[in-house]
């Protein structure tokens, strides 16, 4: 769903650190992740997913280490201890963002005269 | 190297435009995508479903660029640049700068480099499509580090007793050579 996936470029930080917090995964496996999580709703081309980690991980909130499987290099990541605390920090501002923005628009709003 | 010809050509055009160990992450990324699509297609139709779920190579290259770690130092020294700019300007002015025995040589090439670095700088942070370009931010700011020490090793040789109208942009050049000397190693290694 494009409009999901345009919603998903916004919070993708917080879902790539969400996708690591089951333990270590490379990129497709976490790319994969987002899609079976979301039921299919949340792709993006999985070639810009690498981009992104490379900036978490020099941020210092994950950590990359090199194997080699099937003679293919792979990079498989994990959460650092700042990213779990970054990731505990997204999800409490998602909560009471998502319950506030809820609330607006569940509300009844009152006719104007 | 991947196993079919259509990922083997995909990657060859992104070997030529990103960093080896991208490629290298890459390659691993879309053959798994093209063995998940092998179980219910031919090869063929797998590897052009990988690759149209892994992304042209102009879409995957543009997100490097974006996040590049060469533009990222280019955009923090550009935006904190004019704010050193001014305190040396200012520290300069009030300490008379002009009469402190310096040849005229070392001044020119010591300007000369610094317009060099905000061509390069600008160059980073103004690419869309070229990964090679970002790299310039690196370069850019390894010659920022080397002119700010230059600075300030030649104030502590050849100028009288420190004024105080020079200690905020001492203070702001030694912050950003140990931000520039923290972030460089990063953007060297991709």
Redesign the interface.
């Known amino acids: 769903m494009e409009s999901h996936a345009q919603q998903l470029k916004g919070h993708l930080d917080a879902l790539l650190l969400a996708a690591l917090a089951g333990g270590p995964r490379?990129?497709?496996?976490i790319?994969?992740a987002l899609r079976e999580a979301s039921d299919g709703q949340f792709e993006l081309?999985?070639?810009?997913i690498?981009?992104?980690l490379?900036?978490l991980e020099?941020a210092g909130l994950i950590d990359g280490t090199w194997s080699t499987?099937d003679g293919?290099?792979?990079?498989t990541y994990q959460l650092t201890a700042r990213g779990e605390r970054r990731l505990q920090a997204d999800r409490t501002t998602w909560r009471e963002f998502a319950a506030t923005v809820t609330t607006l628009l569940e509300r009844p709003w009152p006719a104007t005269s | 190297m991947?196993g079919h010809q259509l990922i083997d050509q995909h990657l060859a055009l992104l070997a030529g435009r990103l960093p080896g160990?991208?490629v290298?992450?890459?390659?691993?990324?879309?053959?798994?995508?093209w063995h998940?699509h092998l179980a219910g297609l031919s090869p063929t139709s797998a590897a052009d479903a990988a690759i149209a779920?892994?992304?042209?190579p102009d879409?995957?290259i543009d997100?490097?660029v974006?996040?590049?770690?060469g533009r990222?130092i280019a955009l923090r020294l550009l935006a904190s640049g004019p704010i050193v700019g001014v305190c040396w300007a200012a520290g300069l002015i009030a300490s008379r700068g002009w009469t402190w025995p310096l040849p005229h040589a070392p001044r020119i090439v010591f300007g000369l480099l610094l317009c060099g670095v905000v061509v390069a700088l600008l160059a980073a942070t103004t690419s869309r499509h070229s990964y090679r370009r970002t790299r310039l931010g690196a370069a850019g700011g390894a010659t920022l580090l080397v002119l700010d020490t230059a600075m300030l090793t030649t104030l502590s040789i050849v100028t009288p007793p420190l004024a105080w109208p020079l200690l905020p942009a001492i203070l702001a050049s030694l912050i950003r050579i140990a931000w520039t000397a923290r972030s460089l190693p990063?953007a060297l290694g991709?």
């Open positions: 490379h990129g497709y496996a790319k994969e081309p999985t070639g810009t690498y981009p992104a490379h900036r020099a499987v293919r290099r792979r990079r | 991947a160990s991208a290298d992450e890459l390659a691993d990324g879309l053959t798994e995508t998940h779920e892994f992304g042209t879409q995957i997100a490097f974006t996040h590049a770690p990222r990063a991709r």
